[in-house]
């Protein structure tokens, strides 16, 4: 952006391991806690379960100001007074959960702190109390439906009209999307963009198109920059790279140019059909995840489109990095649909067109290699696509 004249851009960037080595040597808070400790309204922590947690901290301004921006999101994806939501997310410590609720109630509707478990009562309750949204993550739709199924109900005729999503890429998954809004009868969107270190929500899908609105330019500033060198790319339609973003406004932790790790393309910054001039972007995943072969980024979220546009394959897939690059090819394993063998004549032409598929849609050369059903790691929560060796 052209409005701070370069100032912030001479700013050195900051990533996730500074916070996380200040919220070491400093705790619970870090160096960068901004106000006095009895200022900290509200306390999340993350990333628990997987290191070190990471202590983020909340005044009273900063959470008005977070649940107004969010609500703006939640709104462009439809949700509006009249509605009454279910909020499924975990309550526990999580700001999706807390947080993301009062990003709800900021749009005027009236909302349900569900939380997580317990399928059959939210079926219940979302009959008994006229539920009309549901707030949770992409995969929940398809638990309920296998627990509405068990309970004789057909969820098309529970009455929602809108599934708000977040925090996975799954609805970008084609088909993924149609096949829930089918199930459901509701509108699924991507309500729910946002950075733990930085607000929660801050983009969100609008009724139009399925690009997200960046709706916190009031206060907080964007910039895109190229995620190997960190120079500032410049801000217009088509320009992507790693979004760093800077707090204008914040009492508690304020950030300046934080890396977020995500590689994001800036899609349009004319007006949009729904009336909004916030500009819009698309999310390809995480820095880490992101491959260079030939000059070319590939992300796993389009490796998994053509994968599980395949009905020959399970849809596991992993791309195995050897050594440290540059890549002239893309080195990629992919599992086999039940039934089906990694040898012979067969697996042969399985494997020329994937690698068709990859020339035409990600512009790589693939190196293919088929595995059997069953083969591939699967965890729960989050697979690792990118294994570096
Ligand atoms: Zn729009």
């Given at each position: 952006m052209t409005s701070t004249g370069g100032l912030i851009e001479r700013a050195a960037l900051v990533d996730k391991e500074i916070l996380r080595s200040s919220q070491r040597d400093h705790p619970p808070f870090g160096d960068y806690l901004a106000v006095p400790p009895d200022q900290v309204r509200r306390v999340h922590r993350t990333g628990g379960t997987t290191g070190e947690a990471m202590n983020l901290a909340l005044s009273a301004v900063d959470a008005e100001q977070t649940a107004i921006v969010g609500a703006r999101a939640q709104s462009a994806s439809g949700l509006r007074p009249g509605d009454v939501v279910a909020h499924c997310l975990n309550y526990q410590m999580w700001m999706g959960g807390f947080t993301d609720h009062t990003t709800l109630e900021a749009t005027g509707a009236t909302v349900v702190p569900f939380g997580v478990g317990n399928p059959q009562l939210l079926l219940r309750t979302i009959r008994e109390l006229g539920i009309?949204?549901?707030?949770?993550?992409?995969?929940?739709?398809?638990?309920?439906?296998?627990?509405?199924q068990e309970m004789g109900i057909d969820p098309g005729t529970l009455g929602?009209?809108?599934?708000?999503?977040?925090?996975?890429a799954a609805l970008d998954v084609p088909g993924f999307r149609d096949r829930i809004e089918a199930t459901w009868g509701f509108a699924a969107r991507n309500s729910n963009y946002g950075v733990t270190d930085v607000m929660c929500n801050f983009a969100g899908q609008c009724e139009h198109q399925m690009d997200l609105h960046f709706v916190a330019l009031d206060v907080l500033h964007p910039e895109i920059v190229d995620p190997e060198t960190g120079e500032?790319?410049?801000?217009?339609a088509g320009t992507s790279g790693e979004l760093v973003l800077t707090h204008l406004s914040r009492e508690c932790q304020p950030l300046v140019r934080f890396r977020t790790g995500d590689v994001v393309t800036l899609t349009a910054l004319d007006p949009c059909a729904c009336g909004r001039t916030a500009p819009r972007l698309r999310v390809s995943g995480r820095a880490d995840d992101m491959v260079v072969v030939r000059g070319v980024k590939v992300f796993p979220s389009s490796v998994a489109a053509l994968v599980t546009g395949d009905t020959s394959t399970s849809g596991e897939y992993r791309i195995v990095l050897e050594g440290p690059g540059p890549y002239d090819r893309l080195p990629l394993e992919v599992e086999l649909a039940a039934g089906l063998e990694a040898s012979g004549h067969e697996a042969a032409v399985i494997a020329d067109r994937i690698g068709r598929i990859a020339q035409r849609d990600l512009r790589v050369t693939a190196t293919i290699t088929l595995v059997d059903h069953g083969t591939l790691p699967r965890t729960e929560g989050k697979t690792r696509r990118v294994v570096r060796r």
């Open positions: 009309t949204a549901i707030s949770c993550t992409p995969s929940y739709p398809a638990v309920l439906e296998q627990v509405a929602l009209r809108l599934g708000l999503f977040g925090g996975e500032a790319l410049a801000w217009e």
